[in-house]
């Protein structure tokens, strides 16, 4: 669900629902040599409130929610973007890292050929741990069993839907 202001603003049918815009007391600063910006003297809370209101609206930013967190948040990149910068739960990792995990094990989980895969990839590296394999072995055994799984993969995706073989 992509929220924009300005759209939200003009529907609003009845004026009630319209936010109120007051005069705000603004100036202009130079903030380093050629550069000046504009600058809020408040007298309250609901000043600030406004004064960001109004810049959301000048710079027409859109608004999504975000699918981990559920908080909205701002986009200022790609306007594909499902999930915010925020640190989620007490992971250290923000949602979009979190997201991309959830994204990769549902990935992992939903095709039998890169669960296999990685199954087998599993065993055989605790392998190493035992001496029942060397690195090298290993390695060589993985280029080669990496190339057949995208070739398994590459002719799931060429197989037309409802056929099986």
Known sequence: MIL?????????????????????S?????????????????NSIEEIVEFFVREILRRELRFRR?????????LTGYSNTEYCDRLFGGSGKTCKEAGAVRLYRTKITADPVVRAFNKEYKKRFAWIKYKKITNE??????????????????KERQRPTGTQN
């Open 66 to 74: 975000c699918k981990s967190c559920g908080k909205y948040f701002a």
């Open 4 to 24: 924009r202001f300005t759209a939200e603003y003009t529907a609003a049918h009845d004026a009630s629902d319209r936010f109120s815009f007051s005069v705000l």
């Open 137 to 154: 072995a290993f390695y060589e055994w993985s280029e080669r069993a990496r190339v057949e799984r995208d070739k398994c993969m590459k």
């Open 26 to 42: 603004t100036g202009y600063e130079q903030v380093e040599r050629g550069a000046f910006t504009e600058i809020l003297y408040p």
